[in-house]
């Protein structure tokens, strides 16, 4: 089993940057790649960025952005792989919603791309407004 828990959720201006955090437990974390996923208003919970699992063999540093968030989402891992950021800069309000980490096992691409998590944490809220 694994557990996801998000933080960092908050109001932040148009323009401005904001940075979220996942922290992940459960013994079996390192063999799944994480992703960052959110829901917007009146859409479909949609992919922002995954990144490899930390003991992938090719490539356990290998980052995928999804091209509609335009290159300004991120993410990232500390180095023992239990916290999981989304770096998250020129933020619009259309990016308003709440976002989600992920998990799934495979590849980072394959979660982003197949939008098909084994686990979900419960998401937190990002609100851009002046």
């Known amino acids: 089993q694994l557990q996801l828990v998000e933080s960092g959720g908050g109001l932040v201006q148009p323009g401005g940057s904001l940075r979220l955090s996942c922290a992940l437990s459960g013994f079996t974390m390192g063999y799944y790649a994480i992703g960052w996923f959110r829901q917007v208003p009146g859409k479909e919970r949609e992919a922002v960025s995954c990144?490899?699992?930390?003991?992938?063999?090719?490539?356990?540093?290998?980052?995928y952005n999804v091209d509609s968030m335009k290159g300004r989402f991120t993410v990232s891992r500390d180095s023992a792989g239990n916290i999981v950021y989304l770096q998250m800069n020129s933020l619009e309000p259309d990016d308003t919603g709440v976002y989600y980490c992920?998990?799934?096992?495979?590849?980072?691409?394959?979660?982003?791309?197949?939008?098909?998590?084994?686990?979900w944490g419960r998401g937190t809220q990002v609100t851009v407004s002046s």
């Open positions: 990144m490899n699992s930390l003991n992938n063999k090719t490539n356990p540093s290998a980052v």
């Open positions: 992920a998990a799934a096992l495979g590849a980072g691409e394959r979660l982003c791309v197949l939008r098909s998590p084994t686990y």
